[in-house]
């Protein structure tokens, strides 16, 4: 059985938020680069140039590359093999959040209460914490900064089989239609397909923690995917909504088995600071 | 793209005039930040017959909520938010003789109707682009609501903040025109 002590998780997690939000992964900057490339309209030229100076930027001087460094979104995969050793696993992984939002310099944004109590926390946390046995002797940590702008765009819907794959097409095109420019486009769309109201939600986000761009390794959803993002950047949006050929950089679907009489679909969208860093302890 | 337009605030009508959808510009002066909370509180404060902190008349709101500031820098990273989220308690601030809006994303028919009656702008900026933009605030200041941590109000002192002109005093909306061209034909 192998050891992980909770200090380390915790001090892997406070290097991951800060290392998230300062610096955008390589794989979403090429997509950014490709879309100044392709895109025509002036205002989405502008709007391009400036997100892609911005990246330099935050990366050269470890500024967050956006205000909203969201609220802490964190994927923990725990090898069966893991002893973890030392305090409570979430306390470890909050206080890794709480060490780097407040020496990291990044804004504190999570509020005690959803409803009667809007106080903010002062430490961003609570974290929202996804924890999955997997086989193995590692643990996997994957942080993403969610910010808001583009987390309210999100949706659900419960389809009926019946609606088939033109329904669940509809649905995406309607939820990225009615979002427009408040979800910072060029956005990643993370989609859902299947499982339960719950598992299809979280599928949605983990689809966003896949490599920029990186089809679905089935060839029926690579196709989807690829119609999906023809089709979103037929409508004309635009970076940051100011009109123009690229609304998205990528579709990613993730599904799940389901019910006979089931097929939910949940779309969560990120903006096109896509942020998400991992390790592996 | 045309000749970039310097606008230096206060905001009067006659500056407010002669912009339209499109327009790049730059801002130097005073801007004040406020969003979600800040709104709220100010509404219910002008509903409950008090007094406001600041005076809107002919200023500009950026809707912003910035990192702190690392040592020796006067501030973070601070871009602007979604301003949509600000509609219900927009037109209200603009009876006050709030003259311009700085955020991000589309607003509601309301806000919208309310801009032209009251002769007021709205700003857009680059959602994201944090650090880059924070470049041009030299000075800032808590002026209310610091409790609210970054949702406070702040008094920022800019200089060449740099913005398109999405919707104009006419009521004329880049985000629907430049969305309207650049859609592909069905």
Do not use: W
Not at chain 1, 4 to 18: A, G, N
Not at chain 1, 195 to 212: E, F, Q, S, V
């Amino acid at each position: 059985m192998r050891e992980i002590s909770t200090e380390l998780i915790t001090r892997t997690v406070r290097d991951l938020c800060i290392q998230a939000a300062c610096d955008l992964p390589k794989d979403v900057e090429e997509l950014l680069q490709k879309a100044l490339e392709k895109e025509t309209s002036q205002f989405g030229k502008y709007s391009l140039d400036k997100i892609l100076k911005n990246v330099t930027l935050s990366r050269e001087e470890q500024a967050p590359m956006c205000q909203d460094t969201g609220m802490t979104v964190i994927f923990v995969e725990v090898g069966q093999e893991v002893h973890i050793v030392g305090e409570n696993l979430t306390e470890a992984i909050n206080e890794g959040v709480r060490q780097g939002y407040t020496e990291g310099y990044l804004r504190k944004s999570v509020v005690e209460d959803p409803v009667f109590h809007r106080n903010n926390t002062g430490d961003n946390t609570p974290a929202v914490i996804h924890t999955e046995i997997v086989p193995g002797d590692q643990i996997r940590i994957q942080v993403l900064p969610k910010g808001a702008g583009s987390e309210n765009m999100g949706a659900l819907k419960m389809c009926k089989p019946a609606e088939g794959l033109e329904g669940i097409k509809e649905f995406v095109i309607k939820t990225i239609t009615e979002a427009g420019g408040n979800p910072c486009p060029p956005v990643i769309v993370g989609i859902g397909i299947g499982g339960t109201i719950d598992k299809c939600t979280l599928l949605a986000k983990k689809a966003l923690t896949r490599k920029a761009g990186e089809p679905h390794p089935n060839p029926e959803y690579a196709k989807l995917e690829q119609e999906l993002l023809e089709e979103i950047n037929k409508l004309g949006i635009g970076p940051q909504g100011f009109g123009g050929q690229v609304t998205a950089l990528a579709v990613h679907i993730e599904t799940y088995p389901t019910h006979i009489a089931m097929m939910p679909v949940c779309v969560t969208l990120n903006c096109h600071a896509a942020r998400h860093k991992e390790a592996i302890l | 793209m045309a000749a970039i337009k310097k606008i230096t605030t206060p905001l009067t009508y006659d500056q407010v005039k002669g912009l339209k959808a499109g327009d790049q510009v730059t801002i130097t002066g005073v801007i004040f930040t406020a969003r979600d909370a800040a709104h709220k509180i100010l509404v219910e404060n002008l509903k409950a017959g008090n007094s406001l902190p600041v005076d809107f008349k002919d200023q500009i709101i950026y809707y912003a909520g910035p990192t702190p500031a690392k040592p020796g820098k006067v501030i973070g990273s601070c871009g602007p938010t979604t301003s949509s989220r600000m509609d219900a308690y927009t037109p209200t601030l603009l009876g006050q003789g709030l003259r311009g809006m700085i955020g991000k994303g589309p607003r509601s028919k309301e806000v919208i109707e309310s801009m032209k009656n009251n002769g007021a702008v709205y700003f857009a900026a680059i959602g994201g682009a944090a650090a880059l933009i924070a470049n041009s605030i030299k000075k800032v200041e808590i002026v209310a609501y610091p409790e609210l941590g970054p949702e406070a109000i702040r008094r920022m002192e800019v200089v060449d903040y740099p913005c398109i002109v999405a919707i104009d005093a006419e009521g004329n909306n880049l985000y629907e025109l430049g969305v309207k061209q650049h859609r592909a034909a069905d």
